[in-house]
């Protein structure tokens, strides 16, 4: 079990001895431009992406609320339903 625990330790620790990749020049400019080029969302269509989400949910809710349930169906209410649809006991 100490040599597990040592493995594990020796792999947590080789992520410490990993370099971190730097981009160059040319490319980070062009990144950060990309970055403040790109139009930004407005106020009034995040407003309207929430209250689209929110209808659609209350929509959903309203639905599965309102959805009729079947009545259960036993032995005495199959009997009931058929002998009162065509006056027979047995078919």
Same mark, same amino acid.
């Given at each position: 079990? &100490? *040599? !597990?625990? /040592?493995w594990i330790d020796n792999i947590i620790n080789s992520a410490g001895q990993v370099t971190k990749a730097t981009p160059s020049t040319a490319l980070w400019l062009k990144i950060q431009n990309e970055i403040?080029? &790109?139009e930004k969302v407005s106020p009034q269509k995040m407003l309207l %992406?929430?209250?689209?989400? %929110? /209808? =659609? %949910? =209350?929509? #959903? /809710?309203t *639905? =599965? !609320?309102s959805k009729t349930v079947a009545p259960h169906? #036993? *032995?005495a #209410?199959? /009997?009931t339903f058929t002998i009162?649809?065509?006056n027979q006991l047995y078919q």
């Open positions: 079990m &100490k *040599a !597990k625990k /040592i403040q080029t &790109k %992406v929430a209250a689209s989400i %929110v /209808i =659609l %949910v =209350l929509l #959903n /809710i *639905a =599965l !609320k169906h #036993n *032995a #209410n199959y /009997i009162s649809e065509n």
